[in-house]
């Protein structure tokens, strides 16, 4: 089980929002290049980043930290991005700067030939980014409820080829409240590409429950607030999933 420190970049620096509001953002670090390196000391096998005014703008804004961090880290474990990545050209620049995948969300619901041409492209370095709230896909940075059904979706998309899906319960982002263990599983059980679970991990005892179902194809989860605001302690819980999985 993967424990993967997210980095939310902002106008260059690494913040958290709460349940998407780019108005509710807490700055975190001023250096997000020195906050990932911080993470790999800790223990971190991946890092997540996402670009925050990427996603609303449509296309990536903050270039200069995502490239500040690969030049930091790049080389020591892989990275992944989302946020505004919506063109072939765009996922293209970010596997050459360094990026090992790209995260593809509400371009994956809205354009789904684009994310089919994406995943001939560059086979092997697209994740599916699916944001959901009762079962049910929302896109445009959550501020659009749609009609289409998480588990539907995700068998489409792991017959296009995408390499994994990140399972968001929006709900619960930010919130510290728990991962939505049920749903998760629901939608791993559905497929056989991985699933990483996102979205409310709050302690050691959601580290204990993801690593439960570890073997329905939950493979990771996405750590945001609690490791920032120290609720969760980072290098111990990746410990814990590594004993636990061992």
């Not at 995502?66 to 990545?85: H, T």
């Not at 030939?113 to 980014?129: E, K, Q, R, S, Y």
């Amino acid at each position: 089980m993967l424990i993967i420190p997210a980095i939310d970049l902002k106008d260059g620096q690494c913040v958290r929002l709460k349940q998407g509001l780019m108005e509710q953002a807490t700055v975190f670090s001023e250096s997000p290049a020195e906050q990932a390196r911080h993470w790999v000391e800790q223990g971190a096998r991946r890092l997540h980043l996402v670009d925050l005014n990427g996603a609303f703008a449509g296309k990536p804004k903050n270039e200069s930290a995502i490239k500040a961090i690969l030049r930091e880290v790049g080389d020591d474990i892989p990275v992944q991005l989302g946020g505004g990545i919506r063109d072939l050209d765009t996922i293209e620049r970010c596997l050459d700067d360094g990026l090992t995948y790209v995260i593809i969300g509400t371009a994956a619901v809205k354009n789904p030939g684009f994310l089919h041409d994406a995943c001939t492209a560059f086979p092997g370095h697209i994740i599916v980014g699916l944001d959901a709230k009762d079962g049910k896909v929302a896109t445009d940075g959550w501020s659009k409820l749609t009609g289409h059904d998480v588990v539907d979706l995700g068998k489409k998309y792991e017959d296009y080829g995408v390499e994994a899906i990140i399972y968001t319960d929006i709900g619960r982002d930010g919130m510290l409240s728990g991962i939505n263990i049920d749903a998760t599983v629901r939608l791993a059980q559905a497929l056989t590409i991985p699933v990483i679970a996102s979205g409310g991990l709050s302690n050691l005892d959601d580290i204990k429950a993801l690593c439960a179902v570890e073997h329905e194809g939950v493979v990771g989860t996405i750590a945001g607030r609690a490791v920032y605001d120290g609720s969760l302690d980072f290098a111990a819980a990746q410990r814990l999933a590594d004993e636990l999985g061992a």
